[in-house]
Structures are given as C-alpha cells and as structure tokens.
C-alpha cells in the first residue's frame, strides 16, 4: 500500500534521485564519463542501432527496475536508462528549442557547453515521458517515481536568443514542466520529481525567480511531488561547498518532498531544521569516484545522524545524486547497504 505522499507505508523508507548506470552494451560508458552531461543531443553515444535503440532500452530499463528491487529499494525510478543526461530528454522536445544549430552557456563548472538555443516560445507539444512511466508502472509492484528537470535549471542550460529575460524563459519552462507533471502523474507515477541543482550553482539568480517559477511548474498539481537540490554529479563536479547556499527558501516550494545530498562532503545537517513541514529524502550514499561500497554500520551511522534533526516520520533516505556514472556492481551494492541500513535504523525505533 502507498500512502497519500506517494511512499511506502513503513519508517524510513528508501528511494533513489533517479539515474541507475546503464549497461556498456548499451552506451559507451568511457564517452559518457570523459565529457560533460549533454544538454544537447548526444546520439553518440548509444551502441545499438537506431531501429533497435527503444527495444534495447526497454531491456536495459528492466535490468534497472529488477536491481533496485532486489537491493531492496522502496521507491524506484526506471533508472533514466533512456537518456544521456537528467535534463536533456525533457528540454530538448519542447517546441521552440534549435537543436541543429546550438548555442553556447557555463556549465556550473565554468566551462562552455552546447546547449539549446532558444529561437522561439517554448512550448511542450507532446508528453514526453509518459511511456517511460507506463513502461516502468507494468515492470513493479513498487511505488514509482518519475523526474524531469526543473525550470529553473533548464533556464541556465540553454542560450535564449528570444525572450532576452531569463525569468521569463523560465516561466514559459514552467508551463512546459507543469503539462509534463500532470500527464505523468494520469500515467500512473506516484511520485514526480523535479530537478534543480543550479539552485546552488547559481544562488543568487536562484533567489530571485526561482521559486515563483518552481511553483508554477507545479501550479494545480495534487500528487505526490519531490524538488531534488544538489551539487551536481560527483563524477564531474570535484569542488563542492560544505553546505547549501539556497536552501531555507525552499521552504516556500509548493512541494511535499525535499531532496539533497549529504554523505560526500559530510554536510551539517542542522540545516535540515530550516524545512520542518516538508518530508526529507536524504542523501547517506557517498557516490564520488573514490567512495567505497558503505558497510551498514556506516550508513546507518549517517541516518541516527539524520534523524537528530528529522522526524522519523517524515525521512526518506537515499543516495546523494544519480548512480549513473557508477559502476554497475558498485551501485547495487551502494543501494543493498543503503536498504540494510535503514532496516537496522528503522528496528531500533
């Protein structure tokens, strides 16, 4: 059974941010890990014929949902085993984005990136990942969550060449995002997520739309919903603060869940106290390049930690950020002792 918030009716259950590394018989996982996440089209990278490409990500998808079930996982994703990046499924089907002829913007790194080029009023003129839902919904039994990138973070991953305001581009993104959700979520998704690290990466534009757009991407929305904030993906982003530069303010988002990472840069986690109200998916899987698989002492070390600040009835736990670039073996195993250990947490309350 699932309750009203979209997960599992027991303390602490655990979940996933979202991508699960896919098979190198699917990608070339040495391309996908030397370059920057896409923001456009990176075609190049699948192994498999295009005629092939969907049945072969329909396979790999299964490999995804089976494994998070067998580590144990309460509520899964479908691992974004269809995408070459988190964000660039989603923006790049949106009508008014120039895909043959890209643009240039900053990376949260600083480096320049092809990116969208916005040449006309974004608008989303058919569901992008509803199948992707409907597909994961008829392979588990489990609670499923859905994630899209949110508008805000769209908004600094393309170049705009029409609105000339980046608030407005992200309000039209907005609209986008909000359609999205709701098709979704009629698909059968218990959960939405959006996702937003460029709330820390770019603070201080955060404050000032950010959060208006983020709730109108999620205006008139009633299911469950989770806004994911963090540093980025360990893989790539090495130079990474000791806590949030915005995060009290988001408090104010129209949403059930809250998501951010902790376990990498051991993060204090008092600031937790500044989003009493809101449920709390917490991150107690280290997942940069050099971090062992966790023994469950460990982990569980990470959740007494959490729950100081945290009613238990209001934390879920998870890894820091997706699992992508990971090797396989060393996720699953991340993901088992991420389950153990909230098993062994949640015997002692």
């Known amino acids: ?3 009203i918030f979209g997960a599992v009716e027991k303390l602490l259950p655990t979940t996933v941010v979202g991508s699960y590394p896919q098979p190198d018989w699917l990608v070339d996982r040495q391309m996908l890990g030397s370059r920057l996440p ?3 089209r990176a075609l190049e990278i699948w192994r498999v014929a295009p005629e092939l490409l969907e049945q072969a990500q329909d396979d790999a998808t299964v490999v995804a949902i089976r494994d998070m079930e067998r580590a144990g996982v309460d509520i899964i994703t479908d691992g974004e085993v269809r995408r070459e ?10 009508d008014g984005m120039d895909l043959d002829n890209p643009g240039t913007a900053l990376d949260r790194t600083g480096h320049p990136n092809p990116v969208p080029r916005v040449v006309g009023p974004i608008r ?3 569901p992008v990942e509803v199948r992707d839902v409907q597909f994961l919904r008829a392979n588990t039994d489990r609670t499923i969550k859905a994630t899209l990138p949110g508008p805000f973070t769209m908004s600094q991953q393309a170049q705009d060449d029409y609105y000339h305001d980046e608030e407005a581009l992200a309000m039209a993104l907005a609209d986008a995002v909000n359609a999205e959700v709701r098709d979704l979520s009629a698909a059968g998704a218990d959960v939405v997520q959006l996702d937003e690290p460029y709330l820390q990466a770019r603070s201080e534009k955060a404050a000032a739309y ?3 757009a983020i709730n109108r991407a999620l205006d008139g929305i009633t299911g469950a919903t989770v806004l994911h904030t963090c540093f980025g993906y360990a893989h ?3 130079s990474r603060p000791n806590g949030y530069p915005f995060l009290e ?3 104010a988002v129209n949403v059930r869940q809250i998501s951010l990472e902790s376990a990498q840069q051991n993060v204090d986690l008092s600031i937790l106290k500044a989003l009493r109200g809101k449920k709390l998916i917490v991150g107690v899987v280290d997942l940069s390049d050099e971090s062992p698989i966790e023994d469950v002492d460990t982990v569980a070390d990470r959740i007494r930690s959490a729950l100081r600040f945290v009613d238990a009835d209001q934390l879920i736990l998870a890894p820091d950020c997706g699992m992508k670039y990971l090797p396989r073996d060393k996720a699953f195993g991340k993901l088992r002792s991420l389950a153990q250990a909230a098993a062994k947490v949640r015997a002692e309350l």
């Open 1 to 3: 059974m699932r309750d």
């Open 236 to 238: 790539i982003v090495h």
């Open 249 to 251: 303010p988001l408090a």
């Open 210 to 212: 950010a959060i208006g």
């Open 85 to 94: 990046s988190y964000s660039n499924r989603f923006a790049t089907a949106l």
């Open 124 to 126: 989303r003129m058919r």
């Open 38 to 40: 896409p923001r456009v």
